[in-house]
């Protein structure tokens, strides 16, 4: 059974950076195409970045330009390099995997406040 276990989130002034990490076990990562998603207070959860197992990524308008993924098969991470946040980018990150079916981490909580 895949398991996906996030960290690196935390408080954060707005124009900070964080690096979330993704933890990846009980499969086989380099085939999974993995994912970062948001879910803010009172809202639905929205894709933030994707990243295949090839190593093609795609990006939400929002956070283009400031967010990278990335992944390090040899690891079994996925990572969310995030730039020049702003308040609005407050939520918890999640990291999914997905191949024949998608798996959730737990989440982990980012808030951007001064």
């Known amino acids: 059974q895949v398991q996906l276990v996030e960290s690196g989130g935390g408080l954060v002034q707005p124009g900070g950076s964080l690096r979330l990490s993704c933890e990846f076990s009980?499969?086989?990562?380099?085939?999974?195409?993995m994912g970062w998603y948001r879910q803010a207070p009172g809202k639905q959860r929205e894709l933030v970045a994707t990243i295949t197992s090839g190593g093609s990524t795609t990006y939400a308008d929002a956070v283009k330009g400031r967010f990278t993924i990335s992944r390090d098969n040899a690891k079994k991470t996925v990572y969310l390099q995030m730039n020049s946040l702003k308040p609005e980018d407050t939520a918890v990150y999640y990291c999914k995997a997905d191949s024949l079916r998608g798996f959730w981490g737990q989440g982990t909580q980012v808030t951007v406040s001064s």
């Open positions: 009980g499969s086989i990562f380099r085939i999974y195409n």
